[in-house]
């Protein structure tokens, strides 16, 4: 029987573009006629806010109701409460997930693996193709539980100093996981350099001293093509919409793009 993939985008650094890949890439893979549904965990609810979603309650509390300890603070909602449906389903994040690491600090249950928990409990691995889960810039345990309940990492990046010691403590963090022995070490699909400026010279040498550390350690397969700061992707920031609502020239090459990443994405799976 088949059985979907969870696939987490991480970078503990902002301002990567990690909410405008995986809301792009949910959607190129959903118009590959996959069924996928998209985890805002991040407090800042960006990706909810892109897809216009406003439920009443959110991931939270649908993590927490799945907590039999933490009985006193369930929600009177269930999941079909919650999800929003779509092309991309979703279910949103909200302000209550900064307090998750104090909610859960006392259970007796692992507290990495309520997410994945969660997850199993409501079958979602087999009524969806893929789980797109968009993580906090942060590496706590809100993204410690994505880890534990991904199959598939995707880690959009900026070519500059911090983004390539961001990365070597997101590899420390998977050693971390590896060593609690009570998961699967989720695999590496794809670094992507994203938000890039060609015109800067320190951004192009800094670009390609990363590119070639991630290429020694994981080899090319493990770098997706350049995503360059482009005006179109933008624009459909601003009006809430996926670049493959837009039907004129100008987005032809971001469309591309992401399907580009979804493609790795399938044959990554394959």
Known sequence: MFVGKVISFINQKGGVGKTTMSFNV?????????RVLAIDLDPQGNLTHLFKANPEYNIYHLMVNSVKELKPLHSVTHLSDV?????????????????????????????????????EQNNLKDRYDYIVMDCPPTLGLLVINALCASDGVIVPFRPDDFSSKGLDHFYS????????????????ILHVPNLVDHRRKQEVEDLNKIVGKIEMSMGKDK?????????????????????????????????????????????WNS
């Open 26 to 34: 949910a959607h190129a893979l959903a118009l590959n006629g996959k």
């Open 83 to 119: 999800i929003v449906k779509g092309t991309v389903d979703i279910l949103a994040g909200g302000q209550e997930l900064s307090g998750f690491d104090l909610t859960v600090a006392a259970i007796n249950s692992p507290r990495q693996l309520v997410l994945k928990r969660f997850i």
């Open 173 to 188: 963090v998977l050693d971390d996981v590896e060593d609690m022995g009570i998961v699967t070490v989720p695999e590496v």
């Open 223 to 267: 770098i997706s093509p350049v995503f360059y700061n482009k005006t179109p992707l933008v624009k459909s920031l601003a009006e809430k919409k996926s670049v493959f609502e837009f039907h004129n020239k100008e987005f032809k090459d971001l469309q591309n793009e992401f399907q580009t990443v979804a493609y790795k994405i399938e044959e």
